[in-house]
């Protein structure tokens, strides 16, 4: 029973309390997290880190756990109640390792849960979309003196577009007639944006665009936030790795601006959301704006399209893959979260001039 199996792993850690029920926090699409509570507080949120994803798992927390520490350094003027709501702690094993690996070889790692705190799937007022950009600001802010060579990339390559055409292109060699057929529209698009959608990667192997710490999962649903919808600590560190912001500039974006779930099918729900986009960069610019050369600013809206087309290319090629990455709950899951995304960009295309006009 899975209980009895999460209750094992929770007491292989360093910690006072009794086990006393879980639930699944189902929202990611590739680990298994789930919501430990105890009789006596604290809760906490015990993670199976998927391995078949992440090669080096051990680097991967070490990531996480060095990032959480530099941030608690850099906030040391709050108190200790309020630092533990804006940033995430992390629970070592009783025989003193940052994970557990179980008889099966999986990976399991703890941090505490933060109380009274809540996620948006989708955003409904401006002001989430605000204090997500001040929260996601703040997060690059904080590492912005971080030095990134320190970190593990626990997925080489992940927004290297030229990677992300490659694995497309290898899915096209192997898909079913069928599959192409139906996504031929799709597939030609991809074609098409071919040269704006390589700009970054083009500036970043220059040297232009500079590589620094960033989160790289930057969705809205990785910021927490208090009862009273003001930002508090950015989670789902997993990815926390060198990159260039414009991603996860993006990735909010993606996000906050898209009027409905990232797999809505009835697509004339999705559209792109501009205020939402103008109180997000507000609240990014007050964070993190210190920290951003004028390069790395100019080109803000390219990194938001870009972050949106590489989630549709990703979906995509996972549907031609016949689902092999993401977790899905019906097969054609991933081309829907691909038409999805790809409808968004044809909606936040329209409004581009405006966009640029917002930084
Ligand atoms: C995956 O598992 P989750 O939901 O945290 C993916 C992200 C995507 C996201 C789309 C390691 O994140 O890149 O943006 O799904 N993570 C990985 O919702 O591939
Ligand atoms: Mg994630």
Redesign the pocket.
């Known amino acids: 029973m899975l209980a009895e199996k999460l209750k094992y792993i929770f007491n292989k850690f360093d910690h006072q309390n009794v086990f006393d029920s879980y639930e699944e926090l189902a929202?990611?699409?590739?680990?298994d997290t789930y919501l430990i509570k105890t009789k006596e507080r604290p809760h906490y949120v015990l993670q199976r880190i998927n391995h078949g994803?992440f090669k080096d798992v051990p680097g991967l927390i070490n990531n996480k756990i060095s990032v959480s520490r530099h941030i608690r350094k850099k906030l040391a003027h709050l108190s200790e109640h309020e630092l533990k709501r804006r940033v995430l702690s992390f629970v070592d094993t009783k025989a003193g390792n940052t994970y557990y690996k179980g008889k099966e070889g999986d990976y399991w790692n703890m941090m505490f849960f933060i109380d009274d705190s809540i996620t948006f799937e989708t955003v409904n007022s401006q002001e989430i979309a605000y204090e997500g950009g001040k929260l996601f600001g703040d997060f690059l802010n904080l590492t912005s003196d971080f030095d990134a060579s320190e970190l593990v990339d626990v997925?080489p390559k992940f927004h290297d577009m030229s990677f992300r055409y490659s694995q497309f292109e290898d899915a096209l060699k192997s898909a079913s007639q069928e599959k192409i057929e139906q996504a031929k529209d799709y597939i030609n698009l991809v074609e098409d944006m071919r040269v704006e959608m390589h700009i970054l990667e083009n500036l970043k192997n220059s040297g232009e665009l500079k590589t620094r710490v960033t989160h790289?999962?930057t969705?809205i649903s990785?910021a927490l936030f208090d009862l009273n919808h003001k930002g508090l600590c950015v989670i789902?560190t997993?990815?926390v790795m060198p990159g260039i912001i414009h991603f996860d500039f993006g990735?909010a974006i993606r996000t906050i601006c898209n009027t409905a779930v990232?797999d809505e099918t009835n697509l004339d729900l999705v559209t792109f959301n501009l205020n939402y986009y103008k109180a997000y960069v507000r609240g990014f610019l007050e964070t993190a704006g210190d920290s951003l050369s004028p390069i790395e600013l100019k080109y803000l809206p390219l990194g938001a399209k870009s972050t949106i087309f590489i989630?549709a290319l990703r979906f995509l090629t996972d549907f031609l893959n016949g689902n092999i990455?993401?977790k899905v709950d019906y097969p054609e899951h991933n081309f829907d979260r691909a038409k999805n995304q790809f409808k968004l960009i044809e909606s936040f295309s329209e409004k581009m001039n405006a966009l640029k006009e917002a930084i």
């Open positions: 929202t990611g699409h590739i680990n994803v997925i790289n999962d969705k990785n789902d997993d990815t990735d990232e989630m990455y993401y």
